[in-house]
T-cell receptor, first 115, second 109 residues
Framework: GAGVSQTPSNKVTEKGKYVELRCDPI?????LYWYRQSLGQGPEFLIY????????DSGLPNDRFFAVRPEGSVSTLKIQRTERGDSAVYLC?????????????FGSGTRLTVV | AQRVTQPEKLLSVFKGAPVELKCNYS??????LFWYVQYSRQRLQLLLR??SRESIKGFTADLNKGETSFHLKKPFAQEEDSAMYYC???????????FGQGTELSVKP
């Protein structure tokens, strides 16, 4: 695609429910990143994929968070037993080779609200 | 630990005035630093990176290792510069970006 696509753009869920957030990177980009941005804060790193494998998942806050990228393209961020503190904008980005010097291309984000 | 600090949450200037958005970092090695910008209702996008020593939309940023700073400057602000600006660093080329909290720049007519 022309850009990084994230769906849904907005998601409201009840506390305790399970949610999936999808990211469709730019075609051919091997590196994919997930970030979380809480209100008034900068983006906070969650996980980085190079191809199908997670190269760095040090930012995942706890075991309720999990992400996959089974075919090296689309990625899904999965959150179990959601809590109100999970409310944030979840950003996805991709880059051609994982060389961040050329900058990422970010998606528009998914705004998650846990009520 | 690596950290990026942007001390100003909001910076308000008049059109034509000089602008300096401050960014300080803590990192023990040689960092690679970036400025990202987010205009209203748009995606976060790369503005400039220190390794290329470029000027984008009239903005420049110089890495000062002695002061561990990477301030963003523009001599004459324009109304269309109003946006959120984020300073970020990366530890290695393939790794994560560490962002500051952001500074909202408001340029008044």
């Amino acid at each position: 695609g022309a850009g990084v696509s994230q769906t849904p753009s907005n998601k409201v869920t009840e506390k305790g429910k399970y949610v999936e957030l999808r990211c469709d990177p730019i075609s051919g980009h091997t590196a994919l990143y997930w970030y979380r941005q809480s209100l008034g804060q900068g983006p906070e790193f969650l996980i980085y994929f190079q191809g199908t494998g997670a190269a760095d998942d040090s930012g995942l806050p706890n075991d309720r968070f999990f992400a996959v990228r089974p075919e090296g393209s689309v990625s899904t961020l999965k959150i179990q037993r959601t809590e109100r503190g999970d409310s944030a904008v979840y950003l996805c980005a991709s880059s051609l080779t994982g060389t961040v010097n050329y900058g990422y291309t970010f998606g528009s984000g998914t705004r998650l609200t846990v009520v | 630990a690596q950290r990026v600090t942007q001390p100003e949450k909001l910076l308000s200037v008049f059109k034509g005035a000089p602008v300096e958005l401050k960014c300080n970092y803590s990192y023990s090695g040689s960092p690679e630093l970036f400025w990202y910008v987010q205009y209203s209702r748009q995606r976060l996008q790369l503005l400039l990176r220190h390794i290329s020593r470029e000027s984008i939309k009239g903005f420049t940023a110089d890495l000062n290792k002695g002061e561990t700073s990477f301030h963003l400057k523009k001599p004459f602000a324009q109304e269309e510069d109003s946006a959120m600006y984020y300073c970020a660093l990366v530890r290695n080329q393939g790794g994560k970006l560490i962002f500051g909290q952001g500074t909202e720049l408001s340029v008044k007519p």
